[in-house]
């Protein structure tokens, strides 16, 4: 009886988003010379290669922002 609750258990852990979490994403923000005041998920691809996008508003200029994506906890400035 255990071992299909095992099962069911792996198969969920293994569609987890990207591990990254926002402090990273605001980190290469920071990076990129943009002080973040507002963060979104822009797109969140599950599984095994798990990666999110964050849309990272800036504080100046005014309505500017910069996209990052976070592979595991690995976050980069895509614009």
Do not use: H, W
């Not at 009886?1 to 095992?6: C, E, I």
């Not at 910069?66 to 595991?72: A, F, G, S």
């Amino acid at each position: 009886m255990r071992r299909p609750a095992a099962l069911l258990i792996l198969c969920l852990l293994s569609a987890l988003p990207a591990r990254a979490q926002q402090a990273e994403a605001r980190e290469a923000a920071q990076s990129a010379n943009c002080k973040p005041t507002k963060l979104e998920v822009m797109k969140q691809v599950t599984g095994r290669i798990a990666e999110t996008i964050y849309k990272v508003s800036c504080a100046a200029p005014k309505d500017s922002f910069v996209l990052i994506q976070c592979r595991d906890r690995t976050c980069a400035v895509m614009r």
